[in-house]
């Protein structure tokens, strides 16, 4: 990318410069990036003439530096000429960063008739005469839809469909290389509930399964619980229930470690939206012994009324001791904190009024409720949605090995049983020597995640018979 240094955002910058190398030094200039807060990391060697050489200098620009700086300094030696300046993060996105390729190739007229016309039609009237053939005779058996209205995407907030193009692309690369699912990104031009509806319903015979995407709350409750009354295929909004999934598993190893029982719990759970009600919902499947909702009206309680219908289902099935306060007083006597709201909220006051142990999920990005370092010492775990500190949830450890389980067994649904045995398969990966406060959750790089949890994923699909097609492995 050219253009404004103003727009670069990235920390990881390609500076092309030009030097007369008989008047000035490499090394001059490398005094000059990093006085100016850059750090060079690369050197590639373009051009050379006698006098000149033209260079790409990758450039790691630090907390304390600016890419304006950088290149001003630069500007201002005698006898260098800055060409451009690209940021890294922008070149990776030219032109996209998925491509669809055919898996065969069509080399003469045999293969053109075979793949097009005319011997097309025989597999079309296959499909017509027994639609289902549509999963093993079309892109239907490993492809899922990655769909976004761009009205909550993290950290962004309402940016609109265009705008949530590249995080929807980068759902289809984890897709693909985690799990080898085709995934496609799908951004709608339209925020309305019902066309949102109708218009996925209208394009799922493409489709094994539908992956909704940073669709704001409430809205989002509603068109994943008729997607998945009106469809045959499963769908599943990873913001709910991709942050559920992989946070019940880090709570199964922090229990562990604690040794604590679900059972016995008193769980705190801050912030009812999405994937906060999602969260919720993986809870009490799991069997949690107490569990509270806090709102920025305070403990939700069924004594009391809600606009949004979500925090009225919440209230009604939490809070078995109908307490009132708020979040502070809410955190007496707590084992567990759970957070899905905003920076900064949760104190170390509040830490201290916990049970023993207390295990510390702080997962508001990109600043948690509280940062680990400041409860350290008092916790007993502490896990965030940062990738800078240890225990991050990450709902890449969910959904690719969800999703390759449920086209595997050709899923109608995927339920809560398949949720809860996902989880689990993720807290297995790590045995009982490794974990340790500082490793309660695997790496999303972690090759035995996908397989373990696909696995586990089939098994339950099979016990509550939304399966339709038993995998040869387990047969």
Not at 81 to 88: G, K, L, Q
Request: one cysteine or more; aromatic letters at 6%.
């Amino acid at each position: 990318m050219n253009g404004s240094y103003d727009k670069f955002s990235g920390k990881n910058i390609i500076i092309r410069l030009e030097m007369n190398v008989a008047r000035r030094s490499f090394g001059e200039v490398a005094t000059v990036i990093s006085q100016a807060g850059g750090d060079i990391v690369a050197i590639d060697i373009i051009g050379t003439t006698s006098d000149t050489t033209t260079r790409d200098l990758t450039v790691n620009v630090t907390d304390g530096g600016d890419v304006r700086q950088i290149t001003d300094a630069l500007s201002n030696l005698s006898d260098v000429r800055v060409i451009h300046v690209s940021d890294r993060t922008f070149l990776l996105h030219l032109g996209g960063k998925i491509a669809m390729v055919p898996k065969t190739p069509i080399q003469n007229r045999d293969d053109l008739s075979r793949v097009y016309t005319p011997d097309v039609a025989r597999v079309c009237l296959a499909i017509q005469e027994d639609p289902g053939k549509a999963f093993t005779l079309t892109i239907k058996r490993n492809t899922v839809a990655v769909i976004s209205d761009g009205s909550a995407v993290l950290g962004l907030g309402n940016i609109g469909s265009r705008a949530a193009m590249p995080v929807m692309e980068g759902k289809a690369m984890l897709f693909k290389q985690f799990a080898d699912v085709d995934a496609f990104p799908i951004c709608l031009e339209t925020q309305d509930t019902e066309e949102i509806i109708r218009t996925v319903k209208q394009i799922a015979t493409a489709f094994g399964g539908i992956n909704l995407e940073d669709i704001s709350s409430p809205r989002c409750f509603e068109i994943e619980q008729r997607l998945r009354q009106e469809l045959d295929i499963p769908v599943f909004h990873d913001d709910q229930h991709g942050t559920a999934v992989v946070l019940y598993a880090a709570l199964i190893n922090a229990l562990k470690l604690t040794g604590k029982s679900i059972r016995d719990i008193k769980v705190v759970l801050c912030g009812i939206g999405a994937a906060g009600v999602a969260c919720g919902k993986i809870l009490l499947s799991g069997g949690v012994g107490e569990l509270i909702g806090v709102d920025k009206e305070g403990i939700l309680n069924a004594d009391e009324s809600y606009d949004n219908p979500m925090k009225t289902w919440f209230a009604e099935n939490t809070n078995p001791k109908r307490l009132k306060g708020n979040l502070s007083e809410s955190l007496v006597g707590a084992d567990v904190f759970i957070g899905v709201s905003a920076g900064g909220i949760l104190k170390r006051e509040d830490v201290m009024r916990m049970a023993p142990q207390p295990i510390v999920f702080a997962m508001a990005n990109p600043t948690p409720e509280i940062r680990p370092e400041e409860i350290e010492d008092i916790a007993g775990v502490v896990a965030t949605g940062r990738s800078d500190y240890p225990n991050q949830i990450n709902n890449v450890l969910c959904f690719p090995g969800m999703f390759r389980g449920a086209l595997d067994c050709r899923a109608s649904d995927i339920n809560e049983e398949m949720k809860l045995a996902a989880a689990e398969a993720i807290a297995s990966i790590i045995g009982e020597r490794e974990l340790n406060k500082q490793y309660i959750i695997p790496s999303v790089f972690n090759q035995n995640v996908v397989p373990a949890v696909r696995d586990r994923v089939i098994k339950a699909a099979i016990e509550t018979k939304v399966a339709r097609r038993i995998p040869r492995d387990f047969r």
